[in-house]
């Protein structure tokens, strides 16, 4: 936490900038290791020289546990209203400031109207393009989210049959994941079967697994705040040669773009590699989402993988890899897996099978 946040303090002074309220909830947790669930419920505030957590009551036994390098501030229930009577924001045109993509703007009026004195500046990306490179120890905590989901996913496979429902595979991959360690799901569990694999965000319903259905699961576990976003997909019984042709295709443009990906290559070039695979094969109108997208303590952050993504890939990103084929009314495909980006090439956290699993 302590190199964390001197590297803030370090982009404020580039920035001109004399505090920064953080109140996205991730970054609360990256910068001080406190761990709240609804906003405002912590306010991490950092200067140039200091950081500083307010929060509540209900909270302050479990700051002295969590918070690392930061004060801790312990009053009334909304947080906000204490920040006029912290002395170092009371001096006369300081400059503020805050996450503009995360802190409402009547929040901000209300802030103005606490702090007549003070000049507010919003920013964005400041904290994420930090997050965007993770440490060895963030990367330890990721590939302990990703070993519970392939582990969950392993324990799942004995259940799969013909009249089975979307929404109880999902509780079941959630519970096994809960068991595990997890926190909570990194989003909302996808399982689609059948017709359905055609949605790509297609989530569980109470549609039963037909004999012949492809079914896509796309989850993810939380671990000591990290998470995971993994993607398999099997067939109940044995695959028509149409369905082992497109998985087929999918895992081979995976591959592909796992071999192409390193550091330095572009989010846009590293799309194509896997997108020109899939045109070629005359499936390329069924792919269309981006190649991937960064994980860390959310499971959507930079760097991006797509079309027009034009930032470059750096040691130390944490991406997915997840080309998809999805045929309206037939069903699809898409194979998923989390990698750390090195100098030289990448390595893959994910250990469940890829071969087309038959059930």
């Not at 082992?244 to 989010?267: E, M, S």
């Amino acid at each position: 936490m302590k190199s964390r946040i001197n590297k803030l303090q370090k982009k404020l002074r580039a920035e001109n900038l004399d505090v920064l309220l953080v109140t996205e909830l991730s970054h609360i947790r990256y910068l001080t290791g406190f761990h709240c669930t609804e906003i405002f419920d912590g306010i991490a505030v950092i200067t140039q020289k200091e950081a500083h957590l307010f929060t509540d009551f209900r909270y302050k036994e479990q700051a002295k546990e969590e918070v690392e390098y930061a004060k801790v501030h312990v009053g009334n229930r909304y947080s906000l209203k204490e920040l006029p009577d912290f002395k170092p924001l009371q001096e006369n045109y300081i400059k503020i400031g805050f996450e503009s993509d995360h802190l409402p703007h009547s929040k901000v009026s209300e802030l103005r109207h606490m702090l007549t004195t003070a000049v507010f500046i919003p920013t964005t990306g400041i904290v994420e393009e930090m997050a965007m490179v993770k440490e060895s120890s963030a990367v330890s905590k990721i590939k302990g989210a990703v070993k519970i989901s392939d582990t969950a996913f392993e324990r799942i496979l004995g259940m799969i049959e013909p009249g089975i429902r979307e929404d109880e595979l999902a509780a079941e991959l959630e519970y096994q994941m809960k068991m595990l360690g997890s926190e909570k799901p990194s989003f909302d569990t996808i399982v689609a079967s059948g017709y359905r694999g055609a949605l790509p965000h297609g989530l569980a319903s109470s549609k039963a697994v037909k004999k012949g259905d492809f079914i896509t699961f796309d989850f993810g576990a939380t671990y000591q705040g990290y998470v995971s976003d993994i993607t398999r997909t099997v067939v109940v019984g044995k695959p028509t040669s149409r369905q082992r042709k497109i998985y087929d295709t999918v895992l081979k443009a995976q591959l592909k773009a796992i071999r192409a990906a390193k550091a330095g290559i572009t989010g846009k070039k590293l799309d194509s590699v896997a997108r020109d695979y899939i045109k070629k094969a005359k499936f390329g109108k069924y792919f269309g989402h981006g190649l991937g997208h960064g994980v860390g303590m959310l499971v959507h952050e930079g760097p991006r993988v797509s079309p027009l993504a034009d930032n470059v890939l750096e040691p130390g990103n944490v991406v997915t890899i997840e080309p998809g084929i999805y045929i309206p009314g037939w069903g699809g495909v898409r194979i998923e897996d989390d990698v750390v980006i090195k100098k030289n090439g990448c390595t893959v956290l994910n250990k469940a099978p890829k071969e087309l699993i038959e059930l």
